[in-house]
């Protein structure tokens, strides 16, 4: 059974402050690993598809990158509008269903 | 719109009734998903249809929830017999298939008194 751990629980840093959130995962035949945002009383938002250790995406202040047993979301120099919950989720071959964790709480403080 | 489409927004009903949530997915969009999300949790897989087909239901917790998809595109949850601890908010998602991103609507809060 595929298994998603995600650390911290929570987070808070100041503006402009660079930080890193770790996605530690355990599947059989990864397929994907992606990573969400959530903001209160709203769905996940979808950031990024990774597919192969070594890999790495990049989107305005964010970077994720991927090996084999982990994956990091970096942010960099991040602003109050970054401050949301962050989902990592994956699929493995076979399955389409995403197994997620249980998501950082990032806050960024003005 | 161009997103995933959920209705209601939230649901309030008393423990034993019956209820139906509604998905209206992304147009195009093969694949449809179910999902369950409690406080403090990620979301968990009900269901998955490709077209009008339930290619996995693994996630239904037990007979008293349902889904359709009719006609391959809009697909309706139904819970029978509600119960307090089916309180929570069910996502619906969308995709192309295969391995392209499953984007969400915004849920339906569903609360059970």
């Known amino acids: 059974e595929d298994q998603v751990t995600q650390s911290p629980e929570a987070l808070r840093l100041q503006e402009g402050e660079s930080s890193s959130l770790n996605c530690s995962y355990t599947v059989s035949g990864l397929r994907g690993l992606f990573w969400y945002r959530q903001d209160p009383g709203k769905g996940p938002e979808f950031l990024f598809t990774l597919y192969s250790a070594g890999e790495e995406k990049e989107k305005e202040r964010l970077k994720a990158t991927l090996t084999k047993k982990e994956s990091f979301l970096h942010i960099t120099a991040p602003k109050p509008e970054d401050s949301a919950t962050y989902l990592c989720?994956?699929?493995?071959?076979?399955?389409?269903?995403?197994?997620f964790g249980t998501g950082t709480r990032l806050t960024i403080i003005p | 719109g161009a997103g995933v489409s959920q209705t209601p927004s939230n649901k309030v009903t008393e423990k034993g009734k019956y209820v139906e949530l509604r998905c209206d997915p992304i147009s195009g969009h093969t694949a449809l998903y179910w999902y369950r999300q409690s406080l403090g949790q990620g979301p968990e897989f009900l269901i998955y249809f490709q077209g009008t087909g339930a290619a996995d239901d693994s996630g239904l917790p037990n007979d008293r929830f349902f889904a359709v998809r009719p006609e391959g595109s809009v697909s309706t949850l139904k819970i029978q017999r509600t119960e307090r601890g089916d309180s929570a908010v069910y996502l619906c998602?969308?995709?192309?298939?295969?391995?392209?991103?499953?984007?969400f609507g915004d849920g339906t809060r569903l609360s059970i008194l």
């Open positions: 998602a969308s995709s192309g298939g295969g391995n392209q991103p499953q984007h």
């Open positions: 989720a994956v699929t493995h071959f076979g399955n389409e269903k995403l197994t």
